[in-house]
């Protein structure tokens, strides 16, 4: 379960890796990042649900799927603010806290906590970047989690009884809606994450050419256009590069070649 594997994170990873000081605390907030925001998220997703189980338990013909849709609706479409906010500043530092593991891999007192850690059964061989990875695999699948709601119990076929007919049919917008929501949320999380990327890149690179750097947040951060662009410098010499267009900055990078 997801909430299993943010309680591993915490407990089996950040608590003992904090407490050794083997990181910095700015290297702790790129591996961690906002962890404890995750798992208060994920406490009120599990009590929403849950909320859902005993109307999944009665009857068939007797289950309210109108009123089930719109709960999952009225649920992700409260929370959706803050999915999207701390779902993706975590996941945005995955490359970042998967380089930073790396670079530790030399140090003998981090790899013999980590040799610790990992080897506890309730891990089920799940590494330290496995969990990492989880709450972004974890986004990916609410559009299934509604979907699967939907067919496992849902209403599967038109009836032949208008009145029956209709509740079907109102159902079937009820998830339809539930289920935009939360693609939207998905949709949401993706953008937000390749802001919070580009906003550190930019930071990181462009500090020393830009004295408003560091003053930039997620939010102040505009960006008016992107993209690839030919650089010429005349007839025969030109390379390829990408363009980013600030209020007040216009920057247009190199692109590297892949090996």
Not at 83 to 112: G, H, Q, V, Y
Request: hydrophobic share 45%.
């Amino acid at each position: 379960m997801f909430g299993e594997k943010l309680w591993l994170l915490e407990n089996l990873f950040f608590i003992p890796i904090a407490s050794q000081g083997i990181f910095t605390r700015d290297e702790l907030n790129i591996l961690f990042s906002n962890l404890s925001d995750l798992i208060k998220l994920h406490v009120l997703l599990y009590k929403g649900l849950k909320k859902l189980k005993p109307l999944l338990q009665n009857k068939r013909n007797r289950i309210d799927w109108l009123a089930i849709g719109q709960a999952i609706e009225a649920l992700f479409s409260r929370l959706a603010p803050q999915m999207e906010r701390d779902l993706a500043l975590f996941c945005s530092n995955f490359i970042p806290a998967n380089e930073l593991l790396k670079s530790k891999a030399k140090s003998s007192k981090f790899s013999i906590l980590m040799s610790v850690a990992e080897s506890t059964s309730r891990l089920n061989k799940l590494k330290l970047t496995d969990l990492l990875a989880s709450p972004f695999q974890r986004i990916m699948r609410y559009p299934l989690l509604v979907t699967e709601i939907y067919n496992t119990f849902g209403p599967l076929s038109e009836s032949s009884n208008s009145k029956f007919a209709k509740k079907e049919a109102e159902a079937r917008v009820a998830f339809d809606s539930a289920l935009r929501v939360i693609k939207n949320i998905v949709q949401g999380v993706n953008q937000r994450k390749s802001k919070y990327e580009f906003l550190s890149w930019f930071k990181s690179k462009i500090s020393p050419f830009y004295a408003k750097s560091g003053e930039l947040t997620l939010e102040s951060l505009e960006l008016k256009a992107e993209g690839q662009v030919t650089w010429r410098f005349n007839k025969e010499k030109s390379f390829p590069g990408y363009l980013l267009i600030l209020p007040d900055l216009l920057l247009i990078l190199k692109l590297k070649k892949l090996q």
